[in-house]
C-alpha cells in the first residue's frame, strides 16, 4: 500500500480548441497539501487574460472554493464560448471586466454559493439597427453606473445592483432566478 503525502505539477496548454477554433493558452499549476489541494489557471483565450484559483479539501463531502478574474472580454467571445457552436450572430457587442467567487460542496450544486462582480461594462446594440439606417442612427451603447452585483445561493441566483446607462435611456434589474430547478 502506498498513500502519496504530495502532488506537486504545472501542465501547460498551447492552442486550446474548441469546436476547431483556436481559444488561445492556459497554464494549469497544482500542488496538495495535506488533504487540501491548490489549484490556479491562467491564460489568454481570444486575447483576454483569465486566471483563477480553487482549494479543494480531498475528503468526500468537502467544500471547494475559488475565485475568477477576467481581464476584458469581448461579449462576442463570451457568445461564442458558451454558445456551442451557434450559427446565429450575436446582434450586440462590447466588452466586461469582471470577477466571480464560489464556495460550496461540489457534490450538491444547489449548495453552493458564490458572488459575480462586473466592474466594467460596455454593450453596444449596432446589430439591432437596420442597415439601412445604420448610417445615421445615434448609436446605441450602453455602460454600467456602478458594479454589477449578483448573488447565488440555495440555488438562485440574486441581483443586487444591476443599472445601465445610455443616451436618454436607463435600465435597472432587480430580482432572482432558479438555477437549480427549484
Do not use: C
Not at 487540501?36 to 482549494?55: M, P, Q, R
Not at 479543494?56 to 464560448?81: C, E, F, M, P
Not at 450538491?108 to 446594440?125: F, H, K, T, Y
Request: proline share 4%; glycine share 10%.
Amino acid at each position: 500500500h502506498v498513500e502519496p503525502t504530495a502532488a506537486n505539477g504545472v501542465l501547460i496548454l498551447h492552442r486550446v480548441t474548441q469546436n476547431n477554433r483556436v481559444l488561445g493558452d492556459v497554464t494549469l499549476d497544482a500542488s496538495t497539501k495535506g488533504e487540501f489541494l491548490y489549484a490556479g489557471f491562467s491564460g489568454d483565450l481570444h486575447e483576454t487574460h483569465v486566471k483563477g484559483n480553487v482549494e479543494l479539501h480531498l475528503v468526500q463531502g468537502s467544500s471547494v472554493k475559488g475565485q475568477l478574474a477576467v481581464n476584458r472580454i469581448r461579449i462576442r467571445t463570451l457568445y461564442a464560448l458558451f454558445s456551442r457552436g451557434a450559427d446565429r450572430p450575436l446582434p450586440l457587442d462590447g466588452f466586461l471586466r469582471g470577477s466571480a467567487t464560489f464556495e460550496g460542496p461540489l457534490q450538491e450544486p444547489a449548495r453552493m454559493q458564490g458572488s459575480i462582480r462586473v466592474a466594467d461594462l460596455q454593450v453596444s446594440a449596432a446589430g439591432l439597427v437596420p442597415a439601412e439606417t445604420a448610417s445615421t442612427a445615434p448609436l446605441l451603447i450602453f455602460r454600467n453606473s456602478s458594479p454589477i452585483l449578483v448573488d447565488a445561493a440555495n440555488g438562485r441566483l440574486a441581483i443586487r445592483s444591476f443599472l445601465l446607462t445610455g443616451q436618454d435611456t436607463d435600465l435597472q434589474l432587480k430580482g432572482s432566478i432558479a438555477y437549480t430547478g427549484q
